[in-house]
């Protein structure tokens, strides 16, 4: 079964820290994709990052990394110098090779505090 | 700019009245659209998968009479909550699979808040 965890239902930083979104997942796909999404209180979700299953290099995009380890199924993402305009909930999400559906975990909020 | 434009972002509707929302994909052709339904604090539950000249897909659970979803056209998705009651005030997001280069990323709609009193 596909299936998407996010144990941190709920984070809170004070600005400039660093943090670290935990995302876990389950599939029998050998192909598959992950995804992180921001929504912030505004509630359009906002794409941030797409990986494929045999691309685990790691990325970095300005303040944003993310760790693709497939040997503990684990997609996680960090925010360096965390910033109030970072808050919001993420989700992440799984889907298979062709995209026709998309599985998201439970969502972490985000707060950042200033 | 924005991909997929939602309409209305809110709506306040009675009980027994029926609400339609619309999902307009405004930079390319989309044959599917999802449909998803976020509790508060909850994540996303795909309600359905639009596809233009076909019926809908439904997802285990979901009633396919009470939402009622047609994809007109390419570029349009509609959900009609028939008789709305309490229980389905939600907030309903629909989003838009691209192809070609961006294959997979998922653009979605602003969202629609329903509130049924």
């Known amino acids: 079964a596909q299936k998407v965890t996010q144990a941190q239902t709920e984070i809170s930083v004070v600005e400039k820290e660093d943090v670290t979104l935990d995302c876990v997942y389950e599939?029998?796909?050998?192909?598959?994709?992950l995804f992180w999404y921001k929504q912030p209180p505004s509630g359009e979700l906002v794409f941030l990052i797409r990986?494929?299953?045999?691309?685990?290099q790691n990325e970095i995009s300005g303040r944003y990394s993310w760790n693709f380890q497939k040997s503990t199924s684990s997609f996680n993402f960090t925010i360096t110098a965390s910033q109030v305009v970072d808050s919001a909930v993420y989700f992440c999400?799984?889907?298979?090779?062709?995209?026709?559906?998309?599985?998201f975990g439970s969502g972490t909020k985000l707060n950042v505090k200033p | 700019g924005a991909v997929v434009s939602q309409h209305p972002s809110r709506v306040i509707c009675k009980s027994g009245t029926s609400v339609k929302i619309e999902c307009r994909s405004l930079?390319?052709?989309?044959?599917?659209m999802f449909w998803y339904r976020q509790f508060p604090k909850k994540s996303l539950m795909l309600m359905a998968t639009?596809?233009?000249?076909?019926?809908?897909?439904?997802e285990q659970g979901v009633e396919k009479d009470k939402f009622l979803i047609n994809h007109a056209s390419l570029t349009l998705s509609t959900l009609t909550v028939t008789s709305a009651h309490p229980e389905d005030s939600s907030f309903y997001i629909c989003?838009?699979?691209?192809?070609?280069?961006?294959?997979?990323?998922?653009?979605f709609g602003e969202g629609s808040r329903l509130t049924v009193l």
């Open positions: 999400a799984l889907s298979g090779y062709n995209f026709n559906k998309f599985y």
């Open positions: 930079d390319f052709q989309a044959t599917t």
């Open positions: 599939t029998r796909d050998t192909t598959y994709y």
């Open positions: 989003s838009v699979p691209t192809s070609g280069i961006n294959t997979g990323e998922l653009f």
């Open positions: 639009s596809n233009e000249g076909s019926k809908a897909t439904y």
């Open positions: 990986r494929n299953s045999f691309d685990e």
